[in-house]
């Protein structure tokens, strides 16, 4: 195997490595939890808890558990905030 050929696989390999390491990457941001406490759903959006409970009685999505604890998906507050934009 001449110096080139070897350099080439050498290449070939380090960029499947480099390729695998970001598509795990990109797997756990998108696995990542979704649904979130109050709190963090406010620091999420750059807002205070308040603003989040002023959205929530403009309709915008709230999981709320038996024992009364509220949950947000950024997802979902995400897309009710681009529904709502003037």
């Not at 759903?41 to 999981?63: H, M, R, T, Y």
Request: aromatic letters at 10%; one cysteine or more; proline letters at 2%.
């Amino acid at each position: 195997m001449t110096m080139e050929e070897t350099l080439a696989n050498w290449r070939q390999e380090e960029f499947q490595k480099a390729l695998s390491m970001m598509e795990q990457a990109l797997s756990v941001l998108s696995e990542q939890n979704d649904i979130v406490k109050q709190k963090d759903c406010a620091l999420f959006f750059n807002v205070s808890v308040n603003l989040l409970k002023d959205w929530v009685k403009q309709g915008a999505p709230e999981i709320r558990l038996e024992n009364g604890s509220p949950f947000y998906s950024k997802k979902a507050i995400t897309e009710w905030l681009l529904r709502h934009q003037k």
